[in-house]
């Protein structure tokens, strides 16, 4: 049997060959009405820099009443943020934390040793229908920083820079990208960057990062005369100054990277770490359910219901 490039136009031929080093099509998920995508990790690419999880949530809508409620979960080994373009989402963590996530926002959880946190629609925001739609991704941590405390940090959309100009708008949520700096603490170098880009416009790819990745969330983009839909992740090769173009439609994209980790994460469940050992011990920890004197708490005001431990 033979195969014939020109038939598939999600696989980079010609030029793109040498300027895109893989191409990833999330596996969508459907957690009961709601849809997940997950761009990473992925069979043939387990991080792009730090980051070592990427879903997109939704586009969903939900009827007066409903929601997402995620229980109590437990982290190690990796930092969190979930950027919302819609909808609002309610976290708690076992720090006390008690903080609404809103479109723009940052929110920057750093797991260490262990933390505990819920994500949910509850109060107010179930008592009208919702819309939900956004981005959560999971940052490894460097191995010196995987036994620290835990820690939280909020940031506000209008506390982010937003550079803009020539059909592009382009808001800075972590690291350090074109030139600005955004504020959030990091644990390692990174960018990640919300882009809304015109019809034709043209974004470069930022060229002070060894790792450099886009998703298009939506509409299409160009890049070395290869059209990608939405719902793509491009991983590019380091160093070659590139462009993006949006399609006709314009696009809309998440870019993300960084420097590339000191070697390969064990990843299971929620977990996150360079030994396996470090998996085993949390994976105890949270089965014994030790809230009061044990590694992990449950938030405080979110403590009557928790996720249990996976089968497997």
């Known amino acids: 049997m033979s195969w014939n490039p020109l038939l598939d136009t999600h696989v980079p031929i010609g030029d793109a060959v040498d300027a895109i080093e ?100 509850d109060d107010e925001a179930r008592k009208a229908p919702l819309q ?67 019809p034709g416009a043209a974004l470069p790819l930022p060229d002070n990062h060894e790792d450099r990745g886009v998703y298009v969330v939506g509409g299409s983009v160009e890049v070395a005369g290869q059209v990608f839909d939405t719902g793509r992740m491009m991983v590019f090769r380091p160093g070659d100054r590139l462009s993006l173009k949006a399609g006709p439609q314009g696009a809309r994209l998440m870019l993300l990277g960084g420097a590339t980790m000191g070697g390969p994460r064990h990843i299971w469940w929620n977990f996150v770490a360079t030994s396996k050992d470090r998996i085993e011990a949390a994976k105890e920890a949270w089965r014994a359910g030790d809230w009061m004197h044990g590694r992990f708490r449950l938030p405080p005001g979110d403590d009557q219901e928790f996720t249990p431990l996976p089968a497997r």
């Not at 229980?71 to 819609?86: D, F, Q, S």
């Not at 981005?135 to 036994?147: G, K, N």
């Open 132 to 198: 939900m739609f956004g981005i959560q991704t999971w940052v490894a941590l460097p191995e010196h920083l995987e036994e620290t405390g835990a820690s939280f940090e909020h940031t506000p959309a209008e506390a982010l820079p937003e550079l803009e100009g020539e059909g592009k708008r382009v808001r800075l949520i972590l690291g350090d990208a074109w030139g600005a700096a955004a504020p959030v603490s990091t644990t390692s170098e990174m960018f990640y960057a919300d882009a809304v880009l015109q």
């Open 22 to 121: 893989t191409v990833i099509v999330p596996r969508a998920r459907d957690l009961g009405g709601f849809e997940v995508r997950r761009a990473l990790p992925a069979p043939r690419r387990q991080m792009v820099g730090p980051f070592i999880f990427f879903d997109q949530m939704g586009p969903a809508e939900f009827l007066t009443g409903q929601g997402i409620d995620v229980r109590p979960h437990p982290h190690i080994g990796l930092a969190t943020v979930t950027y919302l373009y819609k909808g609002r989402l309610h976290h708690r963590d076992s720090l006390g934390t008690d903080q609404w996530i809103e479109p723009g926002a940052v929110n920057w959880m750093v797991a260490g040793n262990g933390v505990t946190h819920s994500e949910r629609t």
